[in-house]
Nanobody
């Protein structure tokens, strides 16, 4: 069964850092494009990061302007898990974060910033920033 299971998130303070995890079953993360989106209440879904496969892809990484320098995507092939390390500024909004994956594509293009591009989605995890 192909699925992504997310963990991490919760209630955090402005200035905190945290790591979100996304573990795949039914396929191998290192062979495909992976990414993260987020959606704040009342806002459109935003592509946060895309990552090309390090095995057969070009290994490139994309970050949106709003998170550049503060978020980092990484992979652990041994556990088939993708991570998103987040450094929260004081003004970061509460949002649901979603991991996504392709099943065969190894190198991402501009379409990775479109939510309809992705084949497999995690269940989402809430990062609630305390005010």
């Amino acid at each position: 069964q192909v699925q992504l299971v997310q963990s991490g998130g919760g209630l955090v303070q402005p200035g905190d850092s945290l790591r979100l995890a996304c573990t795949a079953s039914g396929f191998t993360f290192d062979h495909v494009v992976v990414g993260w989106f987020r959606q704040a209440p009342g806002k459109e879904r935003e592509a946060v990061s895309c990552s090309s496969s390090p095995m057969g892809g070009d290994g490139a990484t994309y970050y949106s302007d709003s998170v550049m320098g503060r978020f980092a995507i990484s992979r652990d092939g041994a556990t088939n898990t993708v991570y998103l390390q987040i450094q929260l500024p004081n003004s970061e909004p509460t949002a649901f974060y979603y991991c996504m994956s392709e099943r065969e594509t190894r190198t991402f293009g501009p379409a990775c910033r479109i939510s309809g591009y992705w084949e497999v989605w995690g269940q989402g995890t809430l990062v609630a920033v305390s005010s």
